[in-house]
Nanobody, 119 residues
Framework: QVQLVESGGGLVQAGGSLRLSCVAS?????MGWYRQAPGKLRDLVAA???????DYADSVKGRFTISRDNAKNTVYLQMNSLKPEDTAVYYC????????????????WGQGTQVTVSS
C-alpha cells in the first residue's frame, strides 16, 4: 500500500502560477497528476517515471512542468500561465509494480486538491 499526501492547490488569477506537491509513503515507478472538472472524466495531466521520462497532456505542454525527487518520494507539478479551463480537482497518482507478477501494476490515489483559476 502506498499513501499519497497532496498539497499546493488554491485560487489564482488567470496567468498566475501554482505548484502542487505529492509525497508518497513508499517508492513507486511512476507518479503523476490527473485532474477532474465537474461533469468530466478524470484525465492525465502529466506523469513521470523514476527514470525521469515524462508525459504531458497536449493542453498543458509548455505551461506545466512535472518533476520528482526520488530520495523524498515526492512529485511536483509547476503550473504556469494558468487558464480558467485548468480549474479542476487535481489528483496525485502513483503506480507500483508487483514484485512477483510481471506486467501487473497497482494504482494509488491522493485525496485531491482543488485548483481554481479565475478569469
Amino acid at each position: 500500500q502506498v499513501q499519497l499526501v497532496e498539497s499546493g492547490g488554491g485560487l489564482v488569477q488567470a496567468g498566475g502560477s501554482l505548484r502542487l506537491s505529492c509525497v508518497a509513503s513508499g517508492t513507486t515507478f511512476r507518479m503523476g497528476w490527473y485532474r477532474q472538472a465537474p461533469g468530466k472524466l478524470r484525465d492525465l495531466v502529466a506523469a513521470i517515471t523514476s527514470g525521469g521520462n515524462t508525459d504531458y497532456a497536449d493542453s498543458v505542454k509548455g505551461r506545466f512542468t512535472i518533476s520528482r525527487d526520488n530520495a523524498k518520494n515526492t512529485v511536483y507539478l509547476q503550473m504556469n500561465s494558468l487558464k480558467p479551463e485548468d480549474t479542476a480537482v487535481y489528483y496525485c497518482n502513483a503506480k507500483e509494480k508487483d514484485p512477483l507478477l510481471i506486467g501487473v501494476t497497482y494504482d494509488y490515489w491522493g485525496q485531491g486538491t482543488q485548483v481554481t483559476v479565475s478569469s
